[in-house]
């Protein structure tokens, strides 16, 4: 199964330290160079692998293939997710940006594997957006595409999970400071929370990236390779246990 946290980041300090607490998914964005982008995520890859985390990259679809990472992230500025798709095959899960439900129909009619969906609030961390659509905003698109996975982003804290009627967040100031304790109140506060479509969300091997028997989350599903640390145990096993009911 897809993780319900994505952690969105440019550094390797935030990836050790948000890894071991449960099941994550880490996304590299870098936004200087193909250069730069290849050399983090082949060593978050490194990191991400033995503790079981999802490991994409943001933008950059030559980059995610040729460190071997399990995705990509694409936008407005991106290529298209059909191309992507195209490009990458049946296997890797593709996110895709949107922010109305007609722009999240179409892109799962493209083949995306989940939805990042936003800005849910207000952020410090990226300018030029668009005005926050809010918990409402966010809840509308998850109920455009049922069985596909709604991720939320933008300003979102642990104690706004209970806000956000969808599959997960995705996340960078609010683990900046203490990657690891904010990582263990997120997945206690989605584990808590489990969101529209959460229990009845249904990915098979026919959705896009996130199936069939030689995928990351089938590996993960079968066996716990996610390093659950004992303090977050009781919240990783409820997370889990969410899954499950996929
Ligand atoms: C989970 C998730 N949702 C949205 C975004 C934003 O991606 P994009 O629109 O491509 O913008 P940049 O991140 O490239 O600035 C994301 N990265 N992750
Ligand atoms: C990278 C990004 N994309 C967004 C979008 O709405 O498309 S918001 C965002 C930054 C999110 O950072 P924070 O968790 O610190 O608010
Ligand atoms: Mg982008």
């Not at 997960?168 to 304790?181: H, K, L, N």
Request: proline content about 7%; aromatic content about 2%; overall charge negative.
């Amino acid at each position: 199964m897809l993780p319900r946290l994505h952690i969105v980041t440019d550094s390797l300090d935030i990836v050790r330290g948000v890894l071991g607490h449960g099941p994550v998914a880490v996304q590299i964005r870098v936004k200087t160079n193909d250069r730069e982008a290849y050399a983090l995520t082949c060593a978050a890859l490194e990191l991400c692998r033995p503790a079981g985390a999802l490991c994409l990259v943001d933008d950059r679809i030559g980059v995610a293939l040729a460190a071997g990472a399990d995705g990509v992230h694409v936008g407005a500025d991106d290529l298209p997710v059909a191309a992507a798709r195209r490009v990458l095959g049946p296997g890797p899960v593709i996110g895709a940006t949107c922010r109305n439900p007609s722009a999240a129909r179409a892109a799962v009619a493209d083949g995306a594997s989940y939805l990042g969906v936003g800005p849910a609030f207000a952020t410090g961390s990226k300018s030029g957006l668009p005005d926050p659509i809010g918990p409402d905003g966010i809840a509308a698109v998850s109920r455009a595409v049922p069985g596909t996975p709604v991720i939320a982003i933008a300003g979102i804290t642990a104690g706004r999970v209970s806000e956000l009627d969808c599959y997960g967040v995705a996340v960078i100031s609010a683990v900046a400071a203490d990657p690891a304790g904010a990582t263990v109140e997120f997945l206690r506060a989605l584990a808590a929370h489990p969101g529209l479509g959460v229990s009845d969300l249904s990915l098979g091997a026919s959705h896009p990236g996130l199936g069939g028997s030689d995928s990351w989350a089938a590996a993960l599903g079968e066996s716990d390779s996610s390093g659950v640390s004992d303090s977050a145990a009781g919240a990783s096993a409820s997370a889990s246990r969410a899954g499950d009911r996929q």
